[in-house]
C-alpha cells in the first residue's frame, strides 16, 4: 500500500516557476515507477512526467519538455516536479501517482495503482 500527498501548488504569473512535492508513504516506495498527471477544467487527465523507480531513465509529455523536470528521492520518499517558464495552458489540478512496474516508467493511466489528491496550479497572464 502506498499513500501519496501532493504540495507545493498555487497561483503564479506566465514565465514563473514551481516545484510540486509528492510526499510517499510505505516502506516499498523505491520499487515504484512515479509518475505526474494533469487535468484542466472541461478535459480529460494527461501525462506529465514518469520517472523508474531505479531513478535511471525518465520521460516528458512534449507539451512540457524542456521546461518541467521530474525527479526523486527514495531515501526520502519523495518526487518532485520542477515546472520552469509556466504557461497559462500549464493550469490544471497536477496528480502524483505510483506504479508497479518491472522495472522501468510507464506513461499509461492504467498502469497506475495509487493516485494522489491533486494539487492545484494555476498561471495568470
Known amino acids: 500500500q502506498v499513500q501519496l500527498v501532493e504540495s507545493g501548488g498555487g497561483l503564479v504569473q506566465a514565465g514563473g516557476s514551481l516545484r510540486l512535492s509528492c510526499a510517499a508513504s510505505g516502506r516499498t516506495f523505491s520499487s515504484y515507477a512515479m509518475g505526474w498527471f494533469r487535468q484542466a477544467p472541461g478535459k480529460e487527465r494527461e501525462f506529465v512526467a514518469a520517472i523508474s523507480w531505479r531513478i535511471t531513465s525518465t520521460a516528458h509529455a512534449n507539451s512540457v519538455k524542456g521546461r518541467f523536470t521530474i525527479s526523486r528521492d527514495n531515501a526520502k520518499n519523495m518526487v518532485y516536479l520542477q515546472m520552469n517558464s509556466l504557461k497559462p495552458e500549464d493550469t490544471a489540478v497536477y496528480y502524483c501517482?505510483?506504479?508497479?512496474?518491472?522495472?522501468?516508467?510507464?506513461?499509461?493511466?492504467?498502469?497506475?495503482?495509487?493516485w494522489g489528491q491533486g494539487t492545484q496550479v494555476t498561471v495568470s497572464t
Open positions: 501517482a505510483a506504479a508497479r512496474t518491472s522495472g522501468g516508467y510507464t506513461l499509461g493511466q492504467g498502469n497506475y495503482d495509487y
